[in-house]
């Protein structure tokens, strides 16, 4: 028995101890979210490592204009000596011709090789791409992070509807078992008969079905957002801010540069011109350079001597010009790729501009019908409500019956519904203008 107690005991003090170190991050406007998303989501991380990779490359492509030094030992063996026609003369044979052997068939040298490319147009064109690329993946960063200002404050607004929309149904629920308490005791009083009761117990359970719909939608929104904050899922998320009643938000224009789309198809043309000149460059000759620095020992048989006089100075410089002539055809091939790439990726810019323009133009149409739309529905809603309260009164005076009280409530329930839809409606258009001016 004293056993099990102490198990008891363990678990109930893990348990608290869990729940005292359960992390719980508060948010009180949508800027503090956009900024704890951009700092704290999981996926910019990736990027981040992506980033120090593609810089990385940047400096190994940029050290290729620095020349490369290396250290050489080398032992020649030559069997076969080359062969000389020397006048006789030389010889105290006049008159004709000896054919001798110059040289000495064993042959090391120890020296330092400097190599350097001092005319290279594809390894200059082929650093700017790489400088291109790190270009690249900036914008691709601002362009993640402009549609993670969208999700978050998507997910960030339709979580404060809920909220509100639970506020409303606990409302509801409390004039709802009012009404029960009322018709039940209308009921006893012979006032009212079962249906009536049942109606009125029908109409709380709907109520109820509502409330935990949209618990449960302000759940899945807090969800989100804790992925899109890279929190695990045991974090308590509270958001401290409400609605404003009236909507206060005004949007003039938008425009379509920020559009962060297409910067990276920009950069991406930028890459795409830069490999053309690439492909182009196989074409131009290029100049290298070597200079060697060493000593050299000439032997008739095998062996190494180290003394003075025994190594001769052997120095060099030797200037390499190449004109590339034929490869076959990769070459005219490459740069024919390399032009339909630049034409594609020209292309999928002007598609993307138009398109941005055309979806902003409707954007911002929407948003401002969305507006209007809003304020009917609020005035609806109003007066529904009011119409509502009115009905209570009259109801509990028996001035009408339940069954009329009812549609009032349906009424009600209607113009909530309505004014809730258009309200996230209205804030899907203006998530998607935040994000278009967020990140300026």
Known sequence: MKLVKSIILACLFALSASSLNAQVVEVDSIEYAIEYAIQNNPTLETYKLQAQITDLNYKLQKNTRFP????????????????????????????????????????????????????????????????????????????????????????????????????????????????????????????????GVNQSKMNASNTLKTKLSNEALYEECITQLKNLFGLPYSTELRLNEDLDYEWSHSVSSIDPVSNRRLVTLNRQIEGYELNFKVQRAAYYPSVTMTNYTGKQLNRDDFGLEIGKGTWADYNYTLVTISFPLFTGFNRSNNVKIANRQLSLAKLDYEIELRNTELSDMLLLSDYNQGVETLEQSQTTYDLAKENQDIAFVRYEEGLITLDQYLDAVEDRLQSENAYLNDLSILYSYYSTIISRTEQQ
């Open 68 to 195: 490369t030094i290396t250290y050489n030992f080398s032992g020649q063996n030559t069997t076969s000596l080359a062969v000389t026609p020397v006048p006789g003369e030389l010889f105290g044979q006049p008159g004709e011709t000896i054919e001798t052997e110059f040289g000495q068939p064993f042959a090391f040298s120890s020296g330092i090789t400097v190599q350097s490319d001092r005319l290279d147009w594809q390894n200059k064109l082929k650093t700017k791409l790489a400088e291109n690329e790190v270009s690249i993946l900036e914008a691709e960063v601002d362009e993640f992070k402009q549609q993670l200002v969208q999700q978050v404050s998507l997910y960030y607004y339709t979580a404060l509807i809920a909220k509100k929309a639970i506020e409303i149904n606990e409302e509801n629920i409390s004039v709802s078992d009012q009404i029960i308490d009322l018709a039940e005791l209308r009921l006893q009083e012979g006032l009212e008969d079962q249906f």
